[in-house]
């Protein structure tokens, strides 16, 4: 709501009434109460915003076509109230009485400003008289029982509402805001004094459309006044952006007079000179709250921030409050505002709503979807989809479990509930159809930006001469287009305005018209506009609402260029879609997998748009993760999730699910028992080697520590890898011939996925070697070649072929089969001359560099001379390389990444 809330008078005349009236402008513009007067001969029928039409007669007759034109017009705008003035000539009975509703023929009976007060504006003359204005304080407590009075009389759930209306302040739902000065704050009645604690505070509150940003001002504002009592001297001012950037005003001051003349109905004029008095702003606690500033383009942010920061050097005791989308915060410009987001509805809140709220026919059904169906959840976490939502006013039976569906139905509900207003109608389906080909045609000129009312109303003309023809077509086009527009604005409150704009008042509603039109008509460019990002979130709630014959078609299109996007879309559609996705997957290879998850996980990384790109990888991610068997596939899944912030919950019970980890210590007490685990002390040890024999990647040595840890005693085998939810290693008859020989073929994502299933991870690099030589104990033999057969399967002694663990002797520690057998798989990245890098420094737990190309492997195998079976030989390969030489060993305890994001509170996540 505007604070200088303005009732528009249209005054209209006859054409011998143009001399008469400045009689009835004169006394209107004189009247101390807030008007917007329009004084012009009609026909004017389209001014989108009157409140009152007053036509003046004056020896008209009916053949004055004009004034009878914007009378009959003003007559089908059954939202405004039309009166007759008679100021000359006979008295009017020509005009039926059941089209006015006031009509007065100037007698003397009553003068015109008792007329125009009484009859067309509806205010008792005592009352205009208004309260007795003689100080400032009192001057506050009318501006203050006059704010809180329109805010309980007007505000209230409006036109997308089924049920019954309720004001704004008994339906709202309190939000919490998150910032850095106050972890989170609820916006309740205590909201003041935990915010502004002192004068002059500076706030900005950002959130995304729909999240409450303009209410949330309001409520402010309302608690400041004091709510239901009158000891409150705050003084809490509303200004719309773009108001103050429209007016032109070289100072903020002039916008704040108007807007508490606006607020009071009497004595405005009063009430602001004694409020905008000299001494007031630094003796009271003012707040002044600027909404809208995302409205503004970048020139109109800066005038605006421009007279904000004047008006702060004169009055540095006042408080401002800024409400604007996320976009309009510019850090650079506002550093000595507070910044404070506001947080989606918790689930909780959104049950408590439709709880209060709700249509009583739906609610049950819509609180069970709310709790059991992500996406329904996540629409329920913004107050404008959950108030959509709450006042569905179809049948329980009848409310759809699929997104696409859901909102379809309501929005639907919407418009068959508007009341038709417009002369030349549209029928509901023609309505419908209207703004699903407007809102295709501006999504494709721009679907970022809000467009012009021009724009709205040639679309909508453009309509009308292409989809309706014969009797059906209006004889004014441009006429009818402006009233379809008002008609929506008004009546459905699908549409809004923004200054001199139009906008649909939620990006979800202009995404499912979008939407619509695609599921109707998708046309030959489906695949070009499914690799642009705005398109997403049209082309998933297209493919909810597609019909089963044309799914497979539009959905393998999208396939075809953008897989992600494809199995996104497949989970919003209400048919059997299994068969679908399993045989486009099957046309995927894990490498080409593997990259759709890497692209999801740098969106994170980026941290652009963040919110979003955590949204559409959860997505993807929930569809694909069920459906692949590929080890590299699900390690780069955890890789992403682990990265979650936002959504912690909901990455995690994906995690949970996928590595089944509620009975992951059944599993890890199971491969303990069947490989046995060495516990290792901590100690310190030089790790590497100094000998001018070796190779330069293992010099120099270094003095490395590690914590305690627990190695399994032998590689994993065949048996332990039979039964795993995804594939590891491959059956070779020749090299790895029992259940009991050890696991070979297997890639780097094989073996942190194996390890991870049995609560365990690859060792590191320093633990490896560490274990390997007893900490130093067996040097003397393991680098000896004429002992090396005693330890290890390689080329002299394994006859080509693994051998079943521990066939030959342990080393000090009672570890078998490190230097030979097979090449174990290490947690680190490799790089060459890391040991160069820690010749001047003691490596606590080192876990090697944080990138790299290739993934450590050691220890030797069975192929392999003695040339490199040392315990310092570091060898490396791809971390895809499905050497048949490649094996498993494990260290009891999940990776840290992994238990780190498992255990970390979602309280830390902001």
């Known amino acids: 709501m505007n604070n200088v809330t ?32 329009d004084a012009d001969p009609g026909p004017k029928p389209s001014n989108p915003h009157t409140d009152i039409a007053i036509g003046i007669w004056a020896d008209g007759t009916r053949t004055d076509a004009d004034f009878f034109r914007e009378l009959g017009a003003w007559d089908s705008r059954a939202n405004t109230d039309i009166f007759i003035c ?41 009352e205009y008289q208004g309260p007795t204005i003689d100080s400032l304080e009192a001057a506050i407590r009318h501006y203050n029982k006059e704010f809180r009075q329109r805010l309980q009389a007007t505000e209230v759930l409006n036109g997308m509402h089924g049920v019954e209306k309720k004001p704004l302040v008994d339906a709202y739902v309190p939000l919490s805001l998150k910032g850095k000065a106050i972890p989170s704050v609820v916006a309740d009645f205590d909201i003041v004094d935990r915010l502004f604690q002192d004068d002059g505070r500076r706030i900005f509150v950002t959130g995304v459309p729909g999240s409450g940003k303009s209410t949330l001002a309001r409520l402010i504002a309302f608690y400041m006044t004091g709510a239901n009592t009158d000891n409150s001297l705050r003084v809490p001012i509303i200004l719309r952006a773009k108001s103050i950037s429209e007016s032109g005003c070289k100072d903020l001051s002039e916008r704040i007079k108007a807007a508490i003349k606006g607020m009071v109905r009497t004595a405005g004029k009063l009430t602001s000179d004694y409020i905008m008095g000299e001494d007031c702003f ?57 910044l404070y987001r506001i947080s989606p509805l918790s689930t909780e809140q959104a049950l408590k709503y439709v709880g209060e709220h709700g249509n009583p026919t739906t609610a049950a059904a819509l609180r069970e979807l709310i709790k059991t169906s992500e996406p329904i959840r996540e629409l329920a976490e913004v107050p404008f989809m959950l108030a959509l939502m709450a006042n569905y006013a179809g049948e329980a039976v009848e409310l759809p479990r699929q997104r696409a569906q859901l909102i379809s139905q309501c929005i ?19 309505l419908v159809e209207c703004l699903t080909v407007i809102a295709h045609r501006l999504f494709r000129i721009d679907p970022t930006k809000i467009h012009a009312e021009q724009e709205f109303l040639f679309a909508i003309q453009g309509f009308l001469s292409s989809h309706l023809n014969g009797s059906a077509a209006p004889n004014h086009p441009s006429e009818a287009a402006a009233a379809i527009l008002e008609e929506v604005i008004e009546n459905t409150g699908l549409l809004q305005r923004t200054g001199k704009s139009i906008e649909f008042v939620h990006r979800t509603v202009w995404e499912f018209f979008v939407a619509r039109f695609l599921a109707n008509d998708p046309g030959p460019t489906i695949s070009e506009i499914a690799l642009q990002k705005a398109w997403e979130e049209p082309i998933r709630l297209a493919t909810g609402m597609i019909s089963e014959e044309n799914l497979v078609k539009f959905t393998t299109d999208v396939w075809q260029v953008n ?73 780069e899944i955890l890789s992403t999730l682990i990265l979650i912030q936002d959504r912690t919950e909901e990455s995690r019970a994906l995690i949970v699910e996928a590595l089944a980890l509620d009975s992951v210590e059944q599993r890890r007490k199971r491969i303990q028992e069947q490989l046995q685990f060495i516990d290792i002390s901590s100690g310190t040890f030089m790790m590497g080697t100094d000998r001018e024999d070796r190779t330069v990647d293992e010099r120099p040595a270094h003095k490395v520590s590690l914590d305690t840890y627990s190695i399994s005693k032998i590689t994993l085998r065949n048996r332990d890898v039979s039964d795993l939810p995804f594939l590891v290693g491959r059956p070779d008859s020749s090299r790895s011939p029992s259940p009991e020989h050890p696991v070979i073929w297997v890639t780097w994502y094989e073996a942190q ?6 609560g365990c991870r690859l060792p590191t690099e320093a633990e490896w070697e560490y274990a390997c030589r007893s900490g130093g104990q067996d040097d003397s033999v393991l680098f000896s070649k004429s002992s090396i057969p005693d330890y290890a399967w390689f080329a002299e002694n394994a006859e080509n072929t693994t051998h079943v663990g521990c066939s ?66 570091r060898n490396s390969n791809l971390p895809a390389n499905r050497g048949f030489q490649n094996g498993i060993r494990l260290v009891l305890g999940l990776p840290r990444e992994i238990s780190i994001f498992l255990e970390r509170p979602t309280s830390e996540v902001v």
């Open 563 to 635: 897989t992600g996007l494809a199995l996104r879309a497949l989970s919003e559609s209400p048919f059997e879609t299994e068969a679908l996705i399993a045989r486009n997957l099957q046309q995927k290879t894990p490498d080409e997998l593997s990259d759709l998850v890497r692209d999801l996980r740098s969106l994170i990384v980026e941290r652009e748009g963040k919110a979003g790109s955590e949204r559409v990888a959860l997505d993807t991610i929930r569809e694909l993760l069920p459906r692949t068997q590929s080890a590299e596939v699900i390690w």
């Open 412 to 430: 639907l509900a919407v418009l068959e509930r508007r009341r038709i207003r417009t002369q030349d109608r549209l029928e509901e389906d023609q």
């Open 753 to 758: 996925m194996a390890a991870i299933w049995y």
């Open 808 to 873: 030959l002797r342990e080393n000090s520690w009672g570890i078998c089969d490190m230097l030979g057998n097979v090449r174990e798989w290490c947690s680190d990245w490799y790089q060459e001359d890391l040991y160069a890098d820690r010749t001047d420094i003691e490596s606590e737990n080192p876990v090697g560099p944080t990138q790299g190309a290739s993934k450590v492997l050691r220890g030797g195998c069975f192929d392999w001379n003695t040339a490199n079976l040392v315990p310092t030989y």
């Open 282 to 338: 630094p003796a009271t606690l003012t707040t002044i709250l600027v909404d809208g500033l995302d409205e503004l383009d970048e020139d109109e942010r800066n005038d605006v921030r421009r007279l904000i920061k004047a008006f702060e050097i004169l009055h540095p005791r006042c408080s401002i409050v800024i409400t604007a989308r996320p976009s309009a915060f510019d850090k650079g410009r506002w550093t000595d505002y507070t």
């Open 86 to 126: 008679r100021l000359r000539g006979p008295k009017v009975d020509c005009i039926s009485p059941e089209v006015i509703r006031g009509i007065h023929n100037f007698d003397g009976e009553v003068t015109l400003k008792e007329w125009l007060l009484r009859d067309v504006l509806q205010i008792d003359e005592a």
């Open 6 to 37: 303005l009732r528009k008078v249209r005054v209209f005349y006859c054409k011998r009434g143009r001399d008469l009236a400045p009689q009835v402008t004169d006394i209107l513009n004189d009247l101390d109460i807030p008007l917007d007067i």
